[in-house]
């Protein structure tokens, strides 16, 4: 359920005593209650990025001579790519390795192969490819974009199943230690909740488990292309 940020600045003020103190401004734990947001982000997107905040950017043409690409302005980590076959098909891309880099430098024939044979990296605000499929296709990314900050009052945070308490317990206790007060007891709160976040966020999909990917033996059309050698 969305709460607002006034109502995160007014637990977060509760749970540090602070209902009637001005030791700490509202600016300060808004601030507070950002960080402590890109700290909740964080922990879900490095175990579980895929399943809680992935979103699609549109679809991007190729252009003649072209292989570096504008990344999505709020883009944060990609967590895939998809090479379009027609309107209705694509395939899925593949990344190279930094030390593969001079790997694809042979130019092949246009057509499946051209797709077969076109991989991706990621590189500073750009998305490289080793070489262009042809003019007329296009590629779309699928990605986790960087973390909103609330400004306004009725700006809201989405904590999941209650999970905003992480955040306002994290904002807390930078509230405690600006008074120089101790936080051991928030901290052992933390601590708590974290370990309940870890468990309980990581699949998802609880109505079937995730499960290993084999590769090499997807048909054609999928990634079981990238097993063959064509360089």
């Known amino acids: 359920m969305a709460v607002s940020l006034a109502q995160m600045r007014t637990r977060v003020r509760r749970r540090a ?19 402590g947001i890109k700290t909740l982000y964080d922990l879900l997107v490095q175990k579980f990025g895929q399943d809680y905040y ?15 690409y504008d990344l999505p302005a709020d883009f944060y980590k990609e967590t895939g790519v998809d090479l379009q076959l027609d309107s209705d ?9 930094w030390v593969e880099r001079n790997r694809f430098n042979t130019i092949l024939s246009r057509g499946v192969l051209a797709y077969q044979s076109t991989y991706y990296k990621i590189l500073g605000n750009k ?3 080793t070489q262009q499929p042809g003019s007329s296709t296009a590629f779309r990314i699928w990605y986790v974009p960087l973390a909103v900050e609330l400004n306004s009052d009725s700006d809201t945070f989405d904590g999941y199943n209650g999970w905003e308490k992480y955040v306002e317990i994290l904002a807390a206790i930078d509230c405690k230690e600006k008074e120089e007060s101790d936080t051991t007891a928030l901290e052992r709160q933390l601590a708590r909740l974290e370990k309940r976040i870890e468990d309980a966020a990581e699949n998802r999909q609880a109505g079937i488990g995730q499960r290993v990917t084999d590769v090499r033996s997807l048909p054609d059309g999928e990634i079981g292309f990238y097993n063959r050698t064509w360089w």
């Open 17 to 35: 005593d602070m209902e009637r103190s001005t030791f700490v401004s509202d600016s300060e734990i808004n601030q507070y209650i950002n960080d």
């Open 54 to 68: 992935t979103i699609s950017g549109p679809l991007t043409s190729f252009v003649a001579d072209q292989l570096d």
């Open 89 to 97: 098909n694509y395939i899925t891309a593949k990344p190279f390795m």
């Open 127 to 129: 998305i490289r490819f």
